[in-house]
């Protein structure tokens, strides 16, 4: 199986803050690689898909990129419902397995 | 509006099998895949399997290959995984999600359904 493996496992930011989530796969998965956001209690969203592939209605904040396995997160500017976890899921071979999640604070 | 709405929650003993429910509706149902994540309490996401509800096709993750029966029913536009064997290790949330139809990710998303398992 593909391992996904996600940077930081946790992250504490203020709102207006930029970070960054990583999430780097142990062989190619080309581009097939979506973030989703949770919340407690609460399915996955999907944000980012084709690596980098803003999915419909998801603000402009949110960035994905890949550079060869290692793929990249970017919420630019946090906002108060951005606190959540998330995830990062290879869709190349099955079984389409996630990165464990970033745990995503307000500081 | 596209949506996914799972069976209630269930308890079952170890050994047990459980079916779970999803219910689709706001799209064409034999279009798009359904796939099957599961999560355990305190966990990240494990995908268990998906069927394409057209022909019925299934692709299951090895480590559930023995015990997990997914299937469908056109005429109500819903889809099944049945569970057998059941563990305490079996005890999460199972989510049925959608497909996109523009990429191999998962645009819509059941509610979820708790199962617990008890000895």
């Known amino acids: 199986d593909i391992q996904m493996t996600q940077s930081p496992s946790s992250l504490s930011a203020s709102v207006g803050d930029r970070v960054t989530i990583s999430c780097r796969a142990s062989q190619s998965v080309s581009t097939y690689l979506s973030w989703y956001q949770q919340k407690p209690g609460k399915a996955p969203k999907l944000l980012i898909y084709a690596a980098s592939t803003l999915q419909s209605g998801v603000p402009s904040r949110f960035r994905g990129s890949v550079s060869g396995t290692d793929f990249t997160l970017t919420i630019t500017s946090l906002q108060p419902e951005d606190f959540a976890t998330y995830y990062c899921q290879q869709s190349y071979f099955t079984p389409y397995t996630f990165g464990q999640g970033t745990n995503l604070e307000i500081k | 509006q596209v949506q996914l709405v799972q069976s209630g929650a269930e308890v079952k003993k170890s050994g047990a099998s459980v079916k779970v429910s999803c219910r689709a509706s706001g799209y064409s149902f034999t279009s798009y895949l359904i796939h099957w994540v599961r999560q355990a309490p305190g966990q990240g996401p494990e995908w268990v399997g998906m069927?394409?509800?057209?022909?019925?096709?299934?692709t299951y993750a090895q480590k559930f290959q023995d015990r997990v029966t997914m299937t469908r029913d056109t005429s109500t536009s819903t889809v099944y995984m049945e569970v057998n064997s059941l563990t305490s290790e079996d005890t999460a949330v199972y989510f049925c999600?959608?497909?996109?139809?523009?990429?191999?990710?998962?645009?819509?998303w059941g509610q979820g359904t708790l199962v617990t398992v008890s000895s």
């Open positions: 999600a959608r497909e996109s139809s523009l990429w191999v990710a998962n645009d819509y």
């Open positions: 069927i394409h509800p057209s022909g019925g096709s299934t």
